[in-house]
């Protein structure tokens, strides 16, 4: 019984963590339709900006700040953002393509550097004895706190998106979504809006990354490995429904579950010769899976009306078709 | 028998009717011409009718057949040849290889009609190696006619050929078109250019907010003092 | 010093040769899908592994085993597009892009599943290295370098005398007009996957060839494939050939001056540069 509430406080924590990085992503995607392939990048620098700050001196790699967590975890926030900023300022004004492969280079670059620069970040042997909050506080006491630390950062960053997205800078967002060009004619600078949500968005994600850090006390740079940190969040947002902060919750929910519960099954029943083969179906289930939600219900359990709208039909771009002069475009025959 | 017969046209692109009941016919032989306010429907009569717009009820009829909802590689085998508004060339194929690409669907030999259309548009024939995307404005709308005429179509659907074009450039199209129906292409034309389009129609179409408002020879149009006013700018 | 400089743009056009191949493909399917398709490096992958089954499984010399992997390539491919990407035309690109990961995603998780996830080799048997004109490569390399321009040359032949390949130039410059003259846009769809795969095989084997074959092998190179691709111009696949070129030669120009991990930075950062000065790519025209 104990076990299984530790169990519980356990997958409850890393559902709340995975939380946070989808209401992050969903500013990004479901609120702005940006595309970042690069969750994984964003959500280690903030893991491994906390870590580098709050750990005491070492000589495996860069340290010894020993600062309050934090002030980790905001720095985190604030590195991610910067990067993002970087990012966005060459990209967000070109077609929504680029970012994607924008995002892709710079979570790969960010995945060399903590895997070779070994001063900085003991490269693959990771970094350990990262400061828990209530540190002297044994036990399983430990892990609640830290539960419900998680679970404030979810309440908070839901609120505060739901209140970005209800302000008038959340309805620019949503009719940029629709209708780029009445917007542009409004006066709204389209690149700007843009920009504010995707920082925003690497910032929480950041955030997800420190308090990642501070869960398992140790990371290295296989934890952020695009699988777990990108391609699942993508999953779950989807899932849950895009555009939509409970879908997203909902969602990481559900594949979650999914994920962690085929790892307990395959653990349980696979010979260990065939780990990492099981593994590769766990991938293929959920790849699969991701494809028969956009083929059979793309707008996720908690469907956003907004969202499907823009999305599911096809959207011209003026990319030489013909551009037709009553507001429209050819059909398809 | 009307060449083209459209009768209460309804359609647009999926949303609300930009076309409200539209009649329309072309005899053969005639250059008519659609005139009227930006958003009156004037091209999404012409896309409707090539089936780049729905059409939600209504008939269109070629030759006495039924040609509403059909693909436009139909149409284009059964003599319709259509050039759009905008993006009507492939920037980057040549002026020659825009006009086989017109011919796409015939497989035999084509030179004879490529011959003709360098006759109607001498300076085509210079250029025939150029990228068509290098162009002026004027020749790329050349090269634009020039590829619907590769079927030798009997009927020929211009949205708005003269639109963006020099003075020069303009009478200049304006002469084709004449010289083309003179060799016996029907022409139904949207233009914006409608003083000077009327003054070489055979008849004309006045649209408005989706629907008909008048219609008359182009030159009663150009006569008539409230359409003078309303739409042709004074 | 300068020995050094020319070995290493040798070793530059090898790689360039490999990443030309890979971005012709992406650009293709750009040009006319319309997409970016994040599933190109893993289908380089599987490509790589189809043909090592031929050789290993089955025994067959390595030319033969690159005709079959590419047909069964282009199968695998055309088997996708129908049963996903088909569906998905009438959606946002975005879409697209997301499903392309999934599919990449599962194509990878595939390969692992069945070769395991260490290293393979075609060969076991050490290449001596050949003496060009002070230059050292491997005749293995100078294959690639020569496949290469055999590929491009016919890729160039058939785009430019065949019908299917004019349809295809047309269709990429201008998909609606395309209908207008009665171009079957399905089928122009299918030819693209077919030549899209089978370049992308073709460069997975190649990469497998110079380098090794390991699960991730495809998406390790999509970033300087993409690179390569923007540098020439989206849809173009003769700027593909010279992107895929400077991208290759300064990658393996950069290893003079940092850990050669860091090549794909160095195709990120020509990326960054090109999107900044000329995101239309060198071929690409400026809308």
Partial sequence: ?333 | MSLLEIRGLHGGYGGADILKGIDLRVEDGEIVVIVGPNGAGKSTAMKSVFGLAQVRSGEIRFDGAGITRLRPDRLARLGIGYVPQESNVFPSLTVRENLDMGAFIRRDDISPQIERVFEIFPPLREKRSQRAGALSGGQRQMVAMGRALMLEPRLLLLDEPTAGLSPAFTDLIFEKIVEINRAGVSVLMVEQNARQALGIAHRGYVLALGSNRFEDSGANLLANREVAEMFLGG | ?287
């Fill in chain 3, 1 to 287: 010093m300068f020995q050094e400089f020319v070995q290493l743009v040798a070793y530059g056009i090898v790689l360039g040769s490999i990443l030309s191949l890979g971005a012709i493909g992406l650009s293709l399917l750009f040009g006319i899908l319309r997409f970016a398709h994040f599933a190109h490096g893993d289908v380089m992958t599987v490509g790589a592994y189809m043909a090592l089954a031929f050789v290993a499984g089955l025994g067959l010399p390595l030319w033969a085993a690159f005709g079959l992997a590419i047909v069964g390539g282009a199968g695998l491919a055309i088997v996708i597009d129908q049963l996903v990407y088909r569906r998905l035309r009438r959606t946002a690109p975005v879409i697209l892009l997301i499903a392309s990961v999934g599919v990449a995603l599962i194509l990878r998780s595939l390969v692992q599943f069945i070769w395991g996830p260490d290293t393979q080799v075609f060969s076991q048997e050490l290449e001596m290295p050949l003496r060009i004109a002070g230059i050292r490569l491997k005749p293995s390399q100078l294959n690639i370098v020569v496949g290469t321009i055999v590929l491009v040359v016919l890729l160039h032949l058939f785009l430019q005398r065949t019908r299917m390949g004019k349809a295809m130039r047309a269709m990429a410059d201008n998909p609606d007009l395309a209908r207008v003259v009665g171009i079957d846009t399905e089928r122009v769809v299918v030819a693209t996957w077919i030549i899209g795969a089978a370049f992308a095989v073709s460069a997975g084997i190649f990469l497998g060839v110079d380098t090794r074959l390991q699960p991730t092998m495809g998406w390790h190179v999509l970033l300087p494939i993409f690179a390569a691709t923007i540098l020439g111009g989206i849809g173009k696949p003769y700027g593909a050939i010279v992107g895929g070129m400077v991208v290759g030669i300064a990658s393996e120009l950069s290893t003079a001056a940092f850990p050669s991990v860091y090549k794909p930075a160095v195709a990120f950062a020509l990326m960054v540069a090109m999107l900044i000065v000329r995101p239309t790519g060198l071929f690409g025209t400026p809308r």
């Fill in chain 1, 1 to 333: 019984m104990a076990d299984l509430l530790s169990f519980a406080v356990f997958f409850l924590t890393l559902v709340g963590i995975y939380a946070v990085l989808a209401l992050a992503l969903n500013v990004q995607w479901g609120l702005t339709g940006l595309f970042n392939i690069g969750i994984a990048g964003f959500f280690a620098i903030g893991a491994y900006s906390s870590a580098i700050l709050t750990t005491p001196p070492s000589a495996a790699h860069l340290g010894g700040f020993d600062l309050p967590i934090a002030l980790g975890l905001a720095a985190g926030m604030v590195l991610s953002g910067v990067i993002a900023l970087g990012i966005g300022i060459v990209t967000l004004r070109l077609r929504e393509d680029y970012l994607a492969i924008a995002t892709i280079g710079i979570a790969e670059i960010i995945r060399l550097v903590l895997k070779n620069e070994e001063w900085l970040t003991n490269g693959v042997r990771g970094i350990a004895g990262i400061p828990r909050p209530f540190e002297h506080l044994v036990g399983r006491g430990q892990d609640v706190i830290y539960l419900l630390i998680v679970g404030m950062a979810v309440v908070v960053v839901y609120l505060a998106i739901e209140r970005g997205r209800q302000s008038p800078w959340g309805r620019v967002l949503r009719a940029m979504r629709e209708r780029e060009v009445a917007v542009m004619a409004a006066g709204k600078d389209i690149v700007r809006f843009r920009l504010e949500s995707f920082v925003l968005g690497a910032a929480f994600m950041g955030l997800a990354g420190g308090l990642y850090a501070h869960f398992f006390s140790f990371i290295s740079p296989e934890a952020f490995d695009p699988m777990y940190a990108t391609f699942l969040v993508w999953v779950m947002l989807i899932a849950g429904g895009s555009g939509n902060n409970r879908g997203a919750i909902l969602g990481t929910l559900v594949i979650w579950t999914i994920w962690a519960g085929t790892e307990f099954l395959t653990n349980l029943w696979v010979p260990a010769e065939y780990m990492t083969r099981a593994g590769s179906i766990r991938v293929m289930l959920v790849g699969a899976l991701l494809l028969v939600i956009l083929l059979v219900r793309p707008q996720g359990l908690l469907p956003e009306s907004q969202f499907v709208a823009a999305t599911t039909s096809r959207r011209r771009r003026g990319d030489g078709g013909a551009a037709a002069t009553e507001e429209g475009g050819p059909q398809e025959p």
